[in-house]
């Protein structure tokens, strides 16, 4: 069974505003990443977060984790229409895996 | 990080046939994995690609339906052997370069349609 649940599954959002994503996962993790697939590319990986990590940032980014919730979001500030994309949670499931959440189809419009 | 190139990038397949995806890497990795995404679903791994070994496959997923090679560490194949439209997806080949925690780098694909 998938490890990580994200919501919503879809959001449409003007260009300029902030999107926000949730994922929520089951069991205890090492470390979180947040993955971009274009049009059902290739993923493309944004941010790593680690399990003693609360929050991250990287350009437009923000990942906060919380580890008593067994949860983390992801804010993508300022959207542009490029930000157009499915964006995927991935925790790790052992040495070297990772499991992918149900993702979320963001829509940002011009 | 490394580059990939997953080959080909989208096929239609007849149902009983099999098809190979090659995945190529610029760089010699450790960890290789094969995922499948099903048409608007998330990623399932299928199997990790060992070097000079046999594949470690998930739960539900059988070398007789997707034999996997890696004879070296830039190289693996993925088949997906006598197929149905239900094998209609995307394919993806990944790598993690740089040891545990920073992330996976991912193939473009290889989207399949078996008619």
């Known amino acids: 069974s998938q490890q990580g649940e994200e919501d919503p599954q879809a959001l449409s959002i003007q260009e300029g505003e902030n999107a926000t994503m949730n994922c929520s996962y089951k069991?205890?993790?090492?470390?979180l990443q947040w993955y971009r697939q274009n049009s059902g590319r290739g993923l493309v990986h944004l941010i790593l977060i680690r399990s003693n990590e609360r929050e991250k940032h990287s350009g437009r980014l923000r990942v906060t984790l919380d580890t008593s919730k067994k949860s983390s979001s992801l804010l993508i500030t300022a959207s542009r229409a490029a930000d157009t994309a499915s964006y995927f949670c991935a925790t790790d499931a052992g040495t070297y895996k990772y499991i992918f959440g149900t993702g979320t189809r963001l829509k940002v419009l011009a | 990080s490394a580059v990939i190139s997953q080959k080909p990038s989208r096929d239609i397949c007849q149902r009983g046939t099999s098809l190979t995806i090659q995945c190529q890497v610029d760089s010699q990795v450790t960890m290789m994995f094969w995922y499948r995404q099903q048409p608007g679903q998330s990623l399932t791994l299928i199997a990790t690609?060992?070097?000079?070994?046999?594949?470690?496959?998930e739960s539900g997923f059988v070398i007789d339906k997707f034999p996997i090679s890696r004879p070296n560490l830039t190289f693996s194949t993925l088949t997906v052997s006598n197929m149905s439209p239900e094998d209609s997806s995307i394919y993806l080949c990944?790598?993690?370069?740089?040891?545990?925690?920073?992330?996976?780098?991912f193939g473009s694909g290889t989207r399949l349609t078996v008619v």
């Open positions: 990944s790598v993690e370069v740089l040891g545990a925690g920073y992330g996976y780098t």
């Open positions: 069991t205890s993790i090492n470390n």
């Open positions: 690609a060992n070097q000079g070994s046999e594949a470690t496959y």
